[in-house]
């Protein structure tokens, strides 16, 4: 159990929905990843947040979004969805230092794997 | 340009063979980190271990070891007596950017390694 928690685990929805897809970091992690990984594929950065900011971008759709709320859980927010949006999202988390260092590996949860139809 | 090159998309080993998995990463920060990561069919990402940039030391850890070489920019994984349980995709991933008060992840499209006993 790596600390971190993503739900749902699995959802099954229609084109042109939305979903949110919800992480919770490891106790104390004050940053938080988002990766895509469509099938057989590697993992696709998304986006970044540390402490509530955004910090980094990714290859990250407009249709999708994400923030970071101040008890530190994010959500990642889908919308219009396409067939091609079927994949597994992965949330991970880090601690960082405050000079903003990396000091761990990070921790991923176990996914939410969305499939549109 | 690829950050980090796993070439090995596959391989398929019989149990009780060694296999080495090669990463090769590009980077111009003197300080970085170096992951590996597991993903078994079941689709968690498992981390294996962490190198910074200044810890050339190889490692071995059981039947695993890990040889970090800066001089040709790389940090191959191998599996000693492979076992069906290793059956699995193997992640490479660079972290760097911590000059500049920010790290980001990259990741490699994996290795998927297939041991049939």
């Known amino acids: 159990d790596s600390g971190v928690t993503q739900t749902p685990k699995h959802l099954i929805t229609a084109t042109g929905q939305r979903v949110t897809l919800r992480c919770s970091p490891r106790?104390?992690?004050?940053?938080v990843y988002w990766y895509q990984q469509s099938l057989d594929q590697g993992l696709q950065f998304l986006i970044q947040?540390?402490?509530?900011?955004?910090?980094a971008k990714g290859n990250i759709l407009e249709r999708f979004s994400a923030q970071q709320f101040p008890d530190l859980h994010s959500e990642l927010n889908l919308s219009s969805l396409e067939l091609g949006d079927s994949a597994l999202y992965f949330c991970?988390?880090?601690?960082?230092?405050?000079?903003?260092?990396?000091?761990?590996?990070?921790?991923f949860g176990e996914g939410s794997r969305l499939t549109v139809l | 340009a690829q950050k980090v090159t796993q070439a090995q998309t596959e391989i398929s080993v019989v149990e009780k063979e060694d296999v080495t998995l090669d990463c090769v990463y590009e980077?111009?920060?003197?300080?970085?980190?170096l992951f590996w990561y597991k993903q078994p069919p079941s689709g968690e990402l498992v981390f294996l271990i962490r190198?910074?940039?200044?810890?050339?030391q190889n490692e071995i850890s059981g039947r695993y070891s890990w040889n970090f070489q800066k001089s040709t920019s790389s940090f191959n994984f191998t599996i000693t007596a492979s076992q069906v349980v290793d059956s699995a995709v193997y992640f490479c991933?660079?972290?760097?950017?911590?000059?500049?008060?920010?790290?980001?992840?990259?990741f490699g499209s994996g290795t998927k390694l297939n041991v049939k006993p």
């Open positions: 991970a988390s880090s601690y960082l230092g405050t000079s903003g260092s990396l000091v761990g590996e990070l921790f």
């Open positions: 106790s104390g992690d004050l940053s």
């Open positions: 947040y540390y402490n509530g900011e955004e910090r």
């Open positions: 980077t111009r920060d003197t300080t970085y980190y």
């Open positions: 190198r910074n940039s200044f810890d050339e």
């Open positions: 991933a660079l972290s760097e950017g911590f000059l500049y008060n920010f790290n980001k992840f990259y």
